[in-house]
């Protein structure tokens, strides 16, 4: 079983899903807004966990414009997921973009307990 | 100083008052161009938004960079999750004079309080819609929401976490716990707005709640200075 490359859209917020040899890319693009991101890409991004044994996960925030609040829950619970199956995780954010700067520094603190996430600025991923 | 130089009043359209017979004019120290337009009246807004009611009064020191306005937006809105997204455009657009950092806070603002409304919010006869208004000042921006609450645990829940806001004087400690009891698992729910607004927003919140229609209003406040 692996991940296949693919696009996923809610309203204005589209993933996109590269799978790679060694390590898998999930990149957010556009706008979260939707009412309840937990139902629907929450339940999305845990059903990709089965399917990233012995790969790292890479998720791109860069082109991602907005997220509503209720976006985090999902991410977080993802991120509990992902460290709790052992998938080497990458997160990565723009700094020069305020509010990645605020919402990503924080989930960069709360995360630190989790020793299979890393929360990046995009000049460290690079 | 600078103030607009005449006044419209109409509907349907938005109306700058920029010719120069209308708005320009020079500020005392004669080295700034002034832009002014005030506009009254309601709106036919797209994206099939409810009318609005809107009155602006907006001063533009180029010189200064500095915006002095005097804006009003109120409407009332159909308690579905497509306007969340509706009104923060509107408040972008509206907006638009201010500072991309404030325009960005005060369109989070109102899509956070929008959808608590909402997500939490109830309607019945008398109370069908919410009801959202900003008034921009050149000192303050106010967001308030409006909305018959859906239970009292969800009331006693959102004057709970006001309380916390307004009486810390570290908010961004209070994000964070409530990020953690979000990664732990414990928490059900986001409920995570309010701290937005209050941390990464820089608003102020507080709370009215009128027990014989049960309706809640929660109010945002941030100074311009």
């Known amino acids: ?115 299979h996430i890393r929360v990046m600025e995009k000049r460290e991923a690079s | 100083m600078s103030h607009p130089s005449c006044i419209s009043t109409f509907q349907g359209r938005h109306h700058r008052l920029d010719e120069p017979s209308c708005g320009t004019q020079a500020d005392g120290n004669n080295v700034a161009a002034l832009l002014g337009y005030q506009y009254t009246g309601s709106r036919a807004s797209q994206d099939d938004l409810p009318r609005y009611q809107c009155s602006t009064v907006t001063s533009v020191s180029r ?24 009104v923060k455009r509107l408040i972008e657009d509206e907006l638009d004079e201010l500072p991309d950092a404030f325009r960005y806070s005060a369109s989070m603002v109102a899509a956070e309080l929008v959808g608590n409304a909402i997500k939490y919010g ?14 921009v000042t050149p000192s303050e921006m106010v967001i308030e929401v409006s909305n018959q609450i859906k239970s009292e645990e969800n009331l006693r829940e959102v004057q709970t976490r006001i309380d916390q806001l307004s009486v810390s004087s570290n908010r961004e400690t209070l994000y964070l716990k409530r990020l953690e009891e ?37 109010r945002a406040t941030r100074g311009l200075s």
């Open chain 1, 1 to 115: 079983m692996s991940v296949e490359t693919q696009k996923v859209e809610w309203d204005e917020l589209t993933l996109l899903v590269e799978a790679g040899p060694l390590a898998t890319t999930v990149r957010w693009q556009g706008i979260s807004e939707v009412q309840d991101p937990e139902t629907s890409v929450g339940q999305f991004l845990r059903g990709l966990i089965p399917k990233l044994s012995g790969h790292k996960l890479v998720m791109d925030f860069l082109a991602l414009e907005y997220m509503n609040s209720a976006t985090v829950q999902p991410l977080l619970r993802m991120l509990r997921a992902l460290n709790d199956n052992q998938i080497p995780t990458e997160i990565v954010y723009d700094s020069d973009v305020d509010w990645q700067r605020v919402s990503f520094r924080l989930i960069k603190t709360v995360s630190s307990t989790l020793p």
């Open chain 2, 63 to 86: 010189h200064q960079m500095k915006v002095n306005m005097n804006k009003n937006i109120s409407m009332d809105i159909p308690v579905t999750w497509q306007f969340v997204r509706k």
């Open chain 2, 122 to 135: 109830e309607t019945s006869k008398s109370a069908p819609q919410a009801h959202f208004n900003v008034l």
């Open chain 2, 182 to 218: 979000l990664l732990s698992g414990n928490s059900q729910g986001s409920q995570l707005g309010l701290y937005r607004i209050g941390y990464e927003g820089e608003f102020d919140l507080s709370y009215t709640y009128t027990n014989h229609e049960h309706v809640l209003t929660i």
